[in-house]
């Protein structure tokens, strides 16, 4: 089944909310760039009262590694996303508390044979796809151009798991995972009232609509 994550969690009731819905894993943003920003402290009130097989997820953007060590160590989360061109192979190997998602963002200087050096270099086998912004890194509501988008799945499947993000939402998410087959997908925009503020009912909905899509991919198998 594809993987589901409802990221830019800031409040308890969205997090217990994604989590009875179905969602496989909830992010939680730390960067001071981003209008979903949640404090440490907050983050680890929500993330202590989550069930077992919930994975919080930490998203960065300009923490440094000990920094991201750090909070990781203190929110009690597994995971950190590293949503920057600027962590580089030397500077993701600092991370030591933590499994790593690296997003790349297929932009004007992106190339798949940087992100499989990338993977080569740091053994990192989690990646995300995002919609390229110069202004926002993250949770835009832009997506990808799906045959973009189906050539990096097609490629990350040889070396690691990836995710899609970038403009999902319950309208389109069920036709973006029968076309590209990732591995997992995510959302943040795509699920809420305003920036930060979950809509419960748009999360049954979306999670809803990729059960859907699993559904009928396996029906074809």
Known sequence: M????????????????????G???????FSSKSPRQVSPDTARDIIAGLPPLVTPVGVFVEHSPEEITELCRYCGLPVAQLHSDEYGAEQTLKITESKIIRVFRPGPEFSVEEMERYAKQTGCRGFLFDAFSLE????TGKTIESSTASMLFERTRQIGWALLAG????KNVAHAVRLMKPWGVDTASGVESSPGIKDHKKIADFIRAVRDADRLLAAAD
């Open 167 to 170: 403009g999902l939402k319950p």
């Open 136 to 139: 926002m890194a993250g949770g």
């Open 23 to 29: 969602a496989d894993a909830l992010g939680f943003n």
């Open 2 to 21: 594809t993987k589901i994550k409802i990221c830019g969690i800031t409040r308890t009731e969205d997090a217990l909310a994604a989590a009875l819905a």
